[in-house]
């Protein structure tokens, strides 16, 4: 809850609230919590080389959109048969990439 707002400071504004506010845990480990709406993530990241990338402490944080199960079954057999190819895989990397 807000509890205070628009306390101007030199540099910026503040805002109050009445709790913490923690970050949130780790891309993977809601990937590990939620197995049946993103084990087809958990594969992709893995075949990309990206899993290790987000679990890692070196990356500088961000947003990522991940896809569910359901997303990718959007996309129909034949395009997932291709991005989980060989052939595919620098387009299912570059597909991860931006949804980060």
Known sequence: RIVAINIFGTNGVIHGVDSLILPPPNVIKIIDLLPGEFSTLELALGKTGLLEKLNSTD????????????????????????????YGQKYLKALLEYHV
Request: a positive charge; glycine letters at 10%; charged letters at 10%.
């Open 59 to 86: 990356h500088a944080g961000g947003t990522f959109f991940a896809p569910s199960n359901f997303a990718f079954r959007k996309l129909g057999p034949k395009i997932n048969a291709f991005l989980f190819s060989s």
